[in-house]
C-alpha cells in the first residue's frame, strides 16, 4: 500500500507526464510511462484517478472529501492509505495496518518512506 499516495503518485504523474493531474477534466486519460518503463493509462474520475496497468489490472485512487483522505481501491476492496489532519500533519496507513502521523515536508516523507520500506537503523560503539 503507498504510504503518501500523493508524493508517489500524483507527483510521479505530473513528472512523467509534464502537466498536472488535478487540472485535467474528469474523464480523461491520459497515458503515463511508470519508472518500469511500461506504459499506465490514468483516467481522471471526479473524486481521483483509476490507473489501468498494461496487464489490464485497475487501480482506484479515490478522495474523500469529507474526511479529508486518500484510499486505494483494487478488486473491490477500498482501503485508506493516508489523511490530512487539521492539525497539519498527515496520518498514513501502513502495509501492516498500523498508522504513521508525520509533518507534510522532507522529513516526514523520508520517515514515511523508512516506515514503508521496513527501514532499520542500528548504532553501535
Do not use: H
Not at 474528469?26 to 496487464?55: F, H, M, W
Not at 469529507?66 to 489523511?83: A, L, P, Y
Amino acid at each position: 500500500v503507498c504510504a503518501v499516495a500523493d508524493a508517489l503518485v500524483l507527483n510521479t504523474i505530473e513528472f512523467w507526464s509534464g502537466s498536472n493531474p488535478l487540472a485535467q477534466k474528469v474523464g480523461t486519460v491520459q497515458e503515463v510511462t511508470g519508472k518500469d518503463g511500461l506504459i499506465y493509462a490514468v483516467k481522471t474520475l471526479r473524486n481521483g484517478y483509476e490507473i489501468t496497468s498494461p496487464n489490464g489490472e485497475v487501480v482506484s485512487f479515490i478522495y474523500d472529501k469529507k474526511t479529508n483522505s486518500w484510499s486505494q481501491e483494487q478488486d473491490g476492496k477500498q482501503v485508506e492509505i493516508f489523511r490530512f489532519n487539521p492539525d497539519g500533519t498527515i496520518q498514513a496507513r501502513l502495509s501492516d495496518g498500523q498508522t504513521l502521523r508525520v509533518k507534510p515536508d522532507e522529513a516526514g516523507v523520508f520517515e514515511a518512506r523508512m516506515a514503508v520500506n521496513g527501514a532499520r537503523f542500528w548504532a553501535s560503539r
